[in-house]
């Protein structure tokens, strides 16, 4: 890393990154302040000494938007670059160590996008009780009768709920919807086959961790997931109709 250029390690964000670009860059703020934010509302602030960003050791596009606070100066390096410098800095243990590290944050923003009310303690429970998991296209997420631990918290790709041994599939779910998160509180199994439709990135969070987090409160994740799910059967239903019109 020493290497680096210091010139090419230093910007100014004023002119921010928004959700949605690619993200190969994890940046650590040197002085200032950056705003990290999505439609939600502000998920934190990053200051000297915070990263940002972290999406990009994940291989995922940018997940919220970065803003400085007036001006800010941070330090941008490569993912790539990163995970090297970990390897031969430490060994594997190190490197695996230090994206746990960040893992964690990129969960964190989306616990807190999606709970917006959460308080800190209750969103350290959650974390505590989440494991990240990455999904291939076209395997199954959970098959209906297996025991439900944990429900399934989407950060990227989507997941198709087909009744039971078929491939009728009866809602879309994408980030950031839940799923299996009634089925999980109620200590059931599942009751549906779900199926990754592409590769996808999935946080479960175990229910014990769900109930001491949100207490009764941890249902309506599942009711939100479901009111998506109807509005996009509707646009789904709808677009054939519209081209038919034209």
């Not at 009866?170 to 919807?177: F, G, H, K, N, V």
Request: hydrophobic letters at 45%; charged letters at 25%.
């Amino acid at each position: 890393l020493h290497r680096v250029d210091r010139r090419q390690r230093q910007m100014c964000i004023r002119d921010r990154y928004e959700a949605g670009e690619d993200a190969d860059v994890l940046y650590v703020v040197l002085r200032g302040r950056v705003q990290v934010s999505t439609e939600a509302g502000v998920l934190r602030w990053a200051e000297a000494g915070h990263t940002l960003g972290e999406e990009a050791m994940l291989g995922l596009p940018r997940r919220a938007r970065a803003a400085a606070d007036g001006e800010a100066e941070v330090f941008g390096v490569a993912a790539a670059l990163l995970d090297r410098a970990w390897t031969r800095a430490g060994g594997r243990p190190v490197a695996a160590a230090e994206r746990r590290r960040l893992e964690r944050a990129v969960v964190s923003d989306l616990l807190r996008g999606m709970l917006p009310d959460l308080g800190d303690e209750a969103l350290e429970l959650l974390l505590d009780g989440a494991s990240l998991r990455s999904i291939a296209a076209d395997s199954f997420v959970a098959r209906s009768g297996d025991p439900a631990p944990a429900g399934a918290f989407i950060l990227d790709g989507v997941l198709h709920v087909r009744a039971e041994g078929t491939r009728e599939v009866q809602r879309i779910a994408l980030s950031p919807d839940v799923v299996g998160v009634q089925e999980a509180l109620a200590g059931q199994p599942w009751t549906h086959d779900v199926v990754a439709a592409g590769p996808c990135q999935v946080v479960w969070v175990r229910a014990d961790a769900m109930r001491s987090a949100l207490g009764s409160s941890a249902s309506i994740l599942e009711a939100q997931t479901l009111e998506r799910a109807q509005t996009l059967s509707l646009i789904h239903i709808s677009e054939p109709t519209r081209q038919a019109e034209i």
